[in-house]
């Protein structure tokens, strides 16, 4: 008798064990299931080099490695603030001003969140209306055939991360390839550096989607547009 318990016993901790190292191994990042990624533990903001990573960061081009200073200061008029600002959107409604690389939340009328975001180089920006179709915490990067074409060099997936293109969030827009997400070098906010995407710093995209919500309207203005801001609120 108190050798079948024995045995019991011994069996009995084996599958406990086996069972809490299987579950050790599977992380549950903002409320969805994934298998393990190498950035569970790195803390918001933290941006390290390719090797560090992910191995594919190293297929990048130089253009595209991830930048290792996330806490660059950006220009004043593309920091994050509150700004009075003149439109007949609706409050919730996001603006995107291409030529003066800026992205509005309209908060109710003359007033609005202002962001400073990177654009669409020449030939890649471009205009129209659409909704947000769905919202990603830490996406996964598939880049599309046309920029494979372009870019045959890239890596054809990439774990969503901190040197991930895409960064912290992902807002995709309808059901085209635009999508307003983070990005992994900072100091491209203010430029016109995407393939039509829309920008911003990691942690004004987390900002942005804490804020917003799915089938939230986006007007991107065309390059000639003159909208903007004029003074800020104190």
Known sequence: MALRSAIALTTLISVTTLVGHAAAQYVQIYGQPSLPRPYAAIPDGQILGPAETHSNYGSLPPEDQPERDAKASLPPEFQRQLVNYQTTEPAGTIIIDTPHTY????????????????????????????????????PDWHPPPE????????PRFMAGGPGNPLGARALYLGNTLYRIHGTNQPSTIGQFVSSGCIRLLNEDIEDLYNRVTLGTRVVVLPGGHTLRSQSTLQ
């Open 103 to 138: 992205l509005y939340l309209v908060l109710g009328p003359g007033s609005a969140l202002r962001y400073g975001v990177g654009v669409g180089r020449e030939g890649f920006t471009w205009a129209g209306t659409q909704r947000i179709a769905r919202m990603v915490g830490w």
């Open 147 to 154: 920029m494979i074409d372009r870019q045959p060099y890239l």
